[in-house]
């Protein structure tokens, strides 16, 4: 189903590649004009002073969603404290900073808005080695319900989309991933692998897949949708 988004405006973090990127196409392609954040631009998504700069041109989103972020991997353990904190800013700093500059767009303008922000699985589900990025996601989640709340009485919708496995560029930065890939031949039969062993479904969404879904809960369609979390995950969680 194609909905329309035209003359809307929507702010994108992390809109360069993955889930961000197909968002991104997705709403331009639906009509809307694109305002895209990203590390490619030099545009740092973890300091203040950069979205106070950026707030001019904020000023009339009707739509957001706060996307980026960066993958980590360790047990606790053995885990590196620079690692923990960069995990946690590009992730939670990296995800309040764009929320409140979206909110208070549409505080000031008074129009409201609907935002997404893109959690995790990891953020509901315990697993070993992700407690950086499942700490980090955990807090998305709940920042993402209680801006739910405060957004409310000013008519801005805001939920958190919660992917499993998503066949994006992240994997590819991951220590253990060229193992993998080395190991089943291909980073496709790497990718397939993951999903049959981790999920009922047997499969991983594409980026397209989830951007549909973030579109979904950005459109009227989902108008009285709020402080929900999608787990878009094929099962995992079960």
């Known amino acids: ?37 990203d590390v490619s631009q030099g545009r740092d998504v973890t300091s203040p ?11 009339d989103i009707d739509l957001a969603v706060v996307n980026a972020g960066i993958s980590s991997a360790g047990e ?17 700093d990296g995800a309040m900073l764009p929320l409140r500059a979206a909110m208070r767009a549409m505080i000031a303008h008074g129009r409201g808005g609907a935002i997404v922000v893109t959690a995790s699985i990891s953020g509901i589900k315990a697993e070993p080695g992700v407690g950086a990025y499942g700490a980090s996601k955990a807090g998305v989640i709940q920042l993402a319900r209680v801006a739910a709340k405060e957004g409310a009485p000013h008519g801005i919708r ?5 992917p499993g496995g998503v066949d994006t560029p992240i ?22 692998a993951m999903a049959k062993a981790a999920t009922p ?26 402080g929900a979390v999608l787990a878009a995950d094929g099962g995992y969680s079960l």
Not at 52 to 58: I, K, N, Q, S, Y
Request: hydrophobic residues 50%; proline residues 1%.
């Open 76 to 92: 606790i353990a053995e885990m590196d404290f620079v690692s923990w904190r960069r995990t946690l800013s590009v992730n939670l």
């Open 1 to 37: 189903m194609t909905r329309s988004f035209t003359g809307r405006t929507a702010l994108i973090t992390g809109h360069c590649s993955g889930i961000g990127g197909a968002a991104a196409a997705l709403l331009a392609e639906s009509g809307a004009r694109v305002i895209g954040v």
């Open 171 to 192: 994997w590819d930065d991951l220590d253990f991933f060229p193992a993998m890939v080395a190991e089943y031949g291909s980073r496709e039969a790497a990718i397939d």
């Open 201 to 226: 479904l047997g499969r991983w969404a594409s980026a397209g897949e989830v951007a549909r879904q973030i579109g979904f809960l950005l459109s009227n369609d989902a108008a009285n949708i709020t």
């Open 49 to 59: 002073e950069m979205w106070e700069a950026l707030a001019g041109d904020l000023a």
């Open 158 to 162: 805001v939920n958190a989309i919660a």
